[in-house]
């Protein structure tokens, strides 16, 4: 029997990725097909946040803001005060092996997909020491998409 869809919650810089409307974006487009998926994705409300500083502190053009306000209103957000994801977060931080660091962000971001058992997507390697023991994880190279030899898509 072949599995269904999936659901899947995204990382910061997955939602970046279809904001900045380059190569990345069309290869996890391509090959996950989020926007097709009878799932919306989920994001942590963290991320909320994230990608509006960033737009703001870059200046971003309208044509960007237009596109994160629209991917902002198509998914899911996950609040991290629900009692589930405040439990996943006890979890994450109590499972970091010593030495392994994890920036605060990331731990909300994993305790949302700990809490909704959500495969998190993400370019980011820190969530490794999770996967497969708290989390579901797909790792995305964030060289996808982009042309050897010329600088990235940003």
Request: proline letters at 6%; glycine letters at 8%; one cysteine or more.
């Amino acid at each position: 029997m072949t599995p269904g869809p999936r659901r899947y919650i995204l990382d910061t810089n997955i939602l970046l990725a279809y904001i900045r409307a380059g190569g990345l974006g069309q290869h996890i487009e391509a090959k996950y097909g989020l926007r097709a998926s009878p799932f919306r994705p989920l994001i942590c409300v963290v991320s909320v946040g994230e990608v509006r500083a960033l737009g703001a502190r870059n200046r971003w053009n309208d044509e960007k803001t237009v596109r994160m306000n629209e991917l902002l209103s198509q998914v899911v957000w996950v609040d991290i005060s629900e009692p589930g994801v405040l439990d996943a977060y006890v979890a994450v931080v109590n499972s970091r092996p010593k030495g392994w660091e994890i920036r605060d962000n990331d731990k909300w971001i994993a305790a949302a997909a700990a809490a909704t058992k959500a495969c998190l997507l993400t370019t980011d390697t820190d969530f490794d020491y999770l996967a497969g023991k708290l989390i579901e994880r797909e790792w995305i190279d964030p060289k996808l998409g982009k042309s050897p030899g010329l600088p990235g898509t940003a």
